[in-house]
Antibody, heavy 121, light 107 residues
Framework: QVQLVQSGAEVKKPGASVKVSCKTSGYTFTDYYMDWVRQAPGQGLEWMGRIDPDGGGTNYAHNFQGRVTVTRDTSISTAYMELSSLRSDDTAIYYC??????????????WGQGTLVTVSS | DIQMTQSPSSLSASVGDRVTITCRAS??????LNWYQQKPGKAPKVLIYAASSLQSGVPSRFSGSASGTDFTLTISSLQPEDFATYFC?????????FGLGTRVEMK
């Protein structure tokens, strides 16, 4: 079965960077986009960006432009999201999620378990 | 960016009630609209994609419809396991954007 297993919780100081990994199994890693979505405590869902694991092309949300980098290592079917210049309002659960295409319509299909990133001095 | 305006932000309902949640896009997105259910401490789960297509394994009491830039998620007969938060999301363009969510609570 499809599994997306994320790295563990992180506590970072303001100004630092964090890199979250998302190891996949159970499907062909290059078949679907891998997106990153975050959720601040008690808040809604915010899309951060995505990568095409096949060619490596990326798209990012304007809010994170310059601070977020999504990469992948196809040899180990793993995607990464790095967020720099962390602020307290970056405290959130970060999810990786596959973006599946059915008949040309995209939707978020399989989700990782989430990684809590806490930014505190 | 496409803005998704979801309403209501919360509602109270009883088991067996018919529940309707709406989402309005700031521009035409055709059928590129998805609905997700999220329970506390869990990742979201897709219910409906392409505005009205039921994801495999999702009960048929969930349905979606579209009219212009307005989209509706309907739960025909609310079950105890349906108390959760629901989000709409557009996949017409990047950046992908979500509605703010609707919390369905027990009356």
């Amino acid at each position: 079965q499809v599994q997306l297993v994320q790295s563990g919780a992180e506590v970072k100081k303001p100004g630092a960077s964090v890199k979250v990994s998302c190891k996949t199994s159970g499907y062909t890693f290059t078949d679907y986009y891998m997106d990153w979505v975050r959720q601040a405590p008690g808040q809604g869902l915010e899309w951060m960006g995505r990568i095409d694991p096949d060619g490596g092309g990326t798209n990012y949300a304007h809010n994170f432009q310059g601070r977020v980098t999504v990469t992948r290592d196809t040899s180990i079917s793993t995607a990464y999201m790095e967020l720099s210049s962390l602020r307290s309002d970056d405290t959130a659960i970060y999810y990786c999620v596959t973006e599946r295409d059915t008949n040309g319509y995209f939707y978020f299909d399989q989700w990782g378990q989430g990684t809590l990133v806490t930014v505190s001095s | 960016d496409i803005q998704m305006t979801q309403s209501p932000s919360s509602l109270s309902a009883s088991v067996g009630d018919r529940v309707t949640i709406t989402c309005r896009a700031s521009q035409r997105i055709f059928k590129f609209l998805n609905w997700y259910q999220q329970k506390p401490g869990k990742a979201p789960k897709v219910l409906i994609y392409a505005a009205s297509s039921l994801q495999s394994g999702v009960p048929s009491r969930f349905s979606g419809s579209a009219s212009g830039t307005d989209f509706t998620l309907t739960i025909s007969s609310l079950q105890p396991e349906d108390f959760a938060t629901y989000f709409c999301q557009q996949s017409y363009s990047t950046p992908r954007t979500f509605g703010l969510g609707t919390r369905v609570e027990m009356k």
